[in-house]
């Protein structure tokens, strides 16, 4: 089994491979457990751990600096719409988003900097274009 | 130079959403990060109203609006319980 707990991994050999043990921030500190697989969301990759855990890039060890996330326009929208039914679905059934790191966290946290992002920036482009029609006024 | 020449469009991503609260959003902000996304698709909404076009995005927003006032009702729904206080 090898490891990026120790040796920290560069951008060219990033993310780290399936089966490898890979450690990670957590709200107490630091843990390794090993990587079942890496997973696009709608704005960031999520490493989905062998215990079930999800968690974020960003919060691996060795995570380069530049992070690299979706553009939004990027997302399609079935990919939107089959997000917001399993989203649905799983609050549906009564689970918690409060429970850190489990799969309805990060969906959720990851819809919402989604929608977020989308609609923000549809609102400053608009604001743009008030702005350049005021100007030429 | 402003702040945002200087940052690459990831950074500035991150900040906004920082900023947002939204990059891990805290275990207690659910119902009020949810809000807060809902009052920017609304505003969103009513501009595609008022300008009475781009029929697939109002659709599109009207949509996200629906799944997350129905998020925020079922997350508000299964909130744990607060303290019983004369158990304090």
Same mark, same amino acid.
């Given at each position: 089994m090898k490891s990026t707990a120790k040796q920290p991994r560069s951008e060219a050999n990033w993310p780290p491979e399936e089966g490898e043990l890979v450690s990670f921030k957590t709200s107490t500190g630091s843990e390794t457990a090993i990587l079942k697989e890496v997973h696009w969301g709608l704005v960031w990759r999520d490493f989905i751990l062998e215990d079930g855990r999800v968690i974020p890039e960003?919060?691996?060890?060795?995570?380069? $600096?530049r992070r690299v996330w979706r553009k939004i326009?990027?997302?399609?929208d079935n990919e939107r719409e089959e997000c917001e039914e399993r989203l649905l679905s799983m609050a549906g059934c009564g689970?918690?988003?409060?429970?850190?790191? $489990?799969s309805f966290w990060a969906e959720l946290n990851q819809y919402l900097a989604y929608t977020y992002l989308r609609f923000k920036q549809a609102e400053c482009k608009v604001q743009d274009t008030e702005r350049r029609r005021i100007d030429r006024e | 130079m402003s702040r945002s020449d200087e940052e690459t469009e990831e950074q500035q991503v991150w900040r906004v959403l920082s900023e947002a609260g939204l990059v891990e959003i805290r275990l207690d902000e659910f119902a009020e990060r949810i809000r807060d996304v809902k009052r920017i698709v609304i505003v969103r909404l009513r501009e595609l109203l008022d300008f009475d076009t781009g029929i697939k995005e109002r659709e599109s927003a009207a949509y996200s609006l629906g799944t997350l006032k129905g998020l925020e009702l079922k997350v508000l729904a299964n909130a744990p319980e607060p303290p019983d206080p004369s158990e304090m």
């Open positions: 960003h919060r691996i060890s060795g995570c380069p $600096q326009d990027e997302v399609a689970m918690d988003p409060r429970k850190r790191d $489990q | -």
